[in-house]
Antibody, heavy 121, light 107 residues
Framework: EVQLVESGGGLVQPGGSLRLSCAASGFTFSSYEMNWVRQAPGKGLEWVSYISSRGSPIYYADSVKGRFSISRDNAKNSLYLQMNSLRAEDTAVYYC??????????????WGQGTTVTVSS | SYELTQPPSVSVSPGQTARITCSGDALPKQYAYWYQQKPGQAPILVIYKDNERPSGIPERFSGSSSGTTVTLTISGVQAEDEADYYCQTADISGTYVFGTGTKVTVL
C-alpha cells in the first residue's frame, strides 16, 4: 500500500523549534518529488516547501524562508521539515505529499494524514 | 506574492453541474491542478495538467483552461461531492500556490 505517515508535531513555544518527519512506504521514494503543505485551523491549504527527488532544487514559501529547512534521506525513505523560530501563525496541520515529475508535474497524488503543530506559550 | 482567486462557495442541486473557477495571471503559462478536501481528511488530487484525471477519479470531474482562468466542472453532482476544492499552480520561480478554496454545497 502506498503510504505517507507524518510525525513530530506537537506543542511548542514561540521562538522554539520542531522537526517533522514523513515516512514513505509502498513506492520508490527516491523517484518522487516531495512537498510540505500546511493548513491552519479553519483556513485553506498553504504550500510550504518542495524538494526534488535527488535533493535539489529546493523551494520555500516566502512565509517560511530562512526559518524552515526541508531535507530527505532516500536510503531511509524519509522526508523532513526542520522548523525554527516558530511563530503563532505557523500553527497548522502539516501534510507531506508526493509528486511525480516526468516532463511535467503530475500533481500531489498521495498525501499523509497530517501532523498538528501548535505554537503557543 | 502570487495569488489564485476562487469563489468562496458554490451551491448545486444533486444531478446538476457545478463549475468552480480559479483565476490567476500565471495560469496561461502554467498547468493547474485541483484538489478535493472533505472535513478532517487530507486533500485528494482530482485534476492535473489542467484537464487530466488521475486513475480512480470519476468521469464527472473535468477541467478546462481559458486564458487566466481555469475551471473545475463536476457534472451530475452527487451528495458525496460536497467538499472544499482548491486549485494549485506554480509561478515562474518554481514555488507553488494554492487557490483560496471553494466550498461546494449539495442542496
Amino acid at each position: 500500500e502506498v503510504q505517507l505517515v507524518e510525525s513530530g508535531g506537537g506543542l511548542v513555544q514561540p521562538g522554539g523549534s520542531l522537526r517533522l518527519s514523513c515516512a514513505a512506504s509502498g513506492f520508490t521514494f527516491s523517484s518522487y518529488e516531495m512537498n510540505w503543505v500546511r493548513q491552519a485551523p479553519g483556513k485553506g491549504l498553504e504550500w510550504v516547501s518542495y524538494i526534488s527527488s535527488r535533493g535539489s532544487p529546493i523551494y520555500y514559501a516566502d512565509s517560511v524562508k530562512g526559518r524552515f529547512s526541508i531535507s530527505r534521506d532516500n536510503a531511509k525513505n524519509s522526508l523532513y521539515l526542520q522548523m525554527n523560530s516558530l511563530r503563532a501563525e505557523d500553527t497548522a496541520v502539516y501534510y507531506c505529499a508526493r509528486e511525480k515529475f516526468a516532463g511535467y508535474y503530475y500533481g500531489m497524488d498521495v498525501w499523509g494524514q497530517g501532523t498538528t503543530v501548535t505554537v503557543s506559550s | 506574492s502570487y495569488e489564485l482567486t476562487q469563489p468562496p462557495s458554490v451551491s448545486v442541486s444533486p444531478g446538476q453541474t457545478a463549475r468552480i473557477t480559479c483565476s490567476g495571471d500565471a495560469l496561461p503559462k502554467q498547468y493547474a491542478y485541483w484538489y478535493q478536501q472533505k472535513p478532517g481528511q487530507a486533500p485528494i488530487l482530482v485534476i492535473y495538467k489542467d484537464n487530466e484525471r488521475p486513475s480512480g477519479i470519476p468521469e464527472r470531474f473535468s477541467g478546462s483552461s481559458s486564458g487566466t482562468t481555469v475551471t473545475l466542472t463536476i457534472s451530475g453532482v452527487q451528495a458525496e461531492d460536497e467538499a472544499d476544492y482548491y486549485c494549485q499552480t506554480a509561478d515562474i520561480s518554481g514555488t507553488y500556490v494554492f487557490g483560496t478554496g471553494t466550498k461546494v454545497t449539495v442542496l
